[in-house]
């Protein structure tokens, strides 16, 4: 027996010199050696810092009333059912899609070892996806009370359904730039037929500023002060948008599914960032209940309800993307394919809109709109567009 295992072990040897043999064995490990030796982030200090204000503003209003606390108590036991969920059903998906859709991780390409150019399953975004729109059918029918708000509930369902086939479909078949923007544009109609908040915005103290609208200080004596109606009064000039104001959520609707894609391409950044993102419009969110008041009337009254609404979005949304982090954050297992940017952006496009705080989300939004910026030469393929992973 032992002159037959160093005769194999001779044998598997041969024709390779012992120079070649060692550095086999070094190459053998060295991805998990560069893996183990780089820097990594404290990801669950991180996720805990980034949800602490969102769960203690969250315990302060649910100390309020029975109602608000029964809506905000469905929504997180149906988030942390839907992680729950995500978590499992991941690893039983991810291979079934690999024969089809996978990708290879070029940080991972070149320094040998077992991962090296191994593939990893793509268009995972699809699970955490068709979970959190379930949680949201789950959430309405426990919580929605009216046609208003089951209108709000039925329009962010299909807007979000549709952005998930379109990530599905630019998946499989690569769908060209120009025709993702026609598709976006029915992607936005059941959001602005839905739409029932305001039209206006708020025109800071400046005075050729305001001079500029409206010579007068009365209905506009000026071009843009007939075409559109203005009101000053008190500190702040009212600046009524009307249609265009529709024009302007339609273009935050084509650019929140559009930026995420773009601002993509290192394990976890676009989980990464929506959940980020999310949290801070749960802030929002929160802080505008806050404000308003003791009482349940004072609450939900005015804008209250469409931010209690938005809140409910974001919950689930917030579940199972964690759930999606855990395994697309570096080393990535599987890959979020375009599915996951194009719904998590038209998820927050929902929540700002249906929440009656659209002018804010850009603020949210600030380094995927440089990102976007730095991207126009690409887009427009004045330079050439390199890809992030290579497919095969």
Not at 370 to 384: C, T
Request: hydrophobic fraction near 45%.
């Amino acid at each position: 027996m032992k002159r037959s295992s160093t005769s194999k072990s001779v044998s598997g040897s041969r024709g390779r010199s012992p120079t070649a043999v060692t550095k086999a064995k070094k190459n053998v490990n060295i991805q998990d050696l560069a893996t183990s030796q780089a820097f990594q982030p404290p990801i669950y200090l991180m996720v805990f810092l980034c949800l602490l204000p969102t769960l203690v503003l969250l315990a302060k209003i649910s100390s309020t009333h029975a109602w608000i606390r029964f809506q905000l108590g469905v929504s997180v036991v149906v988030s942390i059912v839907g992680y729950l969920i995500t978590s499992y059903m991941i690893p039983l998906v991810a291979p079934k899609l690999l024969p089809k859709l996978y990708g290879v991780d070029i940080g991972k390409r070149g320094l040998g070892g077992k991962h090296d150019g191994e593939k990893v399953p793509e268009s995972m975004g699809i699970v955490s996806g068709c979970v959190f729109m379930i949680c949201i059918g789950v959430i309405q029918v426990c919580v929605a009370r009216g046609n208003d708000q089951l209108m709000e509930f039925n329009a962010s369902l299909s807007s979000i359904c549709f952005a998930v086939l379109l990530g599905l479909c630019d998946d499989i078949i690569d769908i060209k730039w120009k025709h993702k923007l026609q598709i976006g544009a029915f992607m936005a109609l059941p959001l602005l037929i839905s739409y029932q908040g305001g039209t206006t915005i708020l025109i800071p103290e400046i005075g050729p500023l305001r001079k500029f609208f409206n010579d007068n200080k009365s209905m506009g004596d000026t071009f843009i002060g007939n075409l559109l109606q203005i009101e000053i009064d008190g500190e702040g000039s009212l600046f009524d948008l009307g249609f265009l104001y529709y024009v302007y959520m339609f273009v935050l609707i084509v650019f929140c599914t559009n930026s995420i894609n773009i601002y993509a391409g290192i394990n976890g950044l676009e989980v990464g960032q929506s959940v980020v993102m999310a949290c801070s419009v749960s802030v929002v969110n929160l802080l505008e209940l806050t404000w308003r008041g003791g009482s349940q009337e004072d609450i939900l009254s005015g804008d209250g309800r469409n931010h209690l609404f938005s809140l409910m979005l974001m919950l689930p949304f917030i579940s199972t993307s964690l759930a999606l982090l855990k395994f697309n954050f570096y080393p990535a297992k599987v890959f979020v394919g375009d599915v996951y940017p194009y719904y998590a952006g038209m998820t927050l496009a929902t929540s700002a809109i249906l929440g009656h705080f659209a002018k804010s989300l850009f603020l949210l939004m600030v380094p995927q709109l440089l990102n976007f910026v730095y991207s126009l030469p690409q887009l427009f393929h004045f330079v050439p567009i390199p890809r992030h992973r290579l497919p095969k």
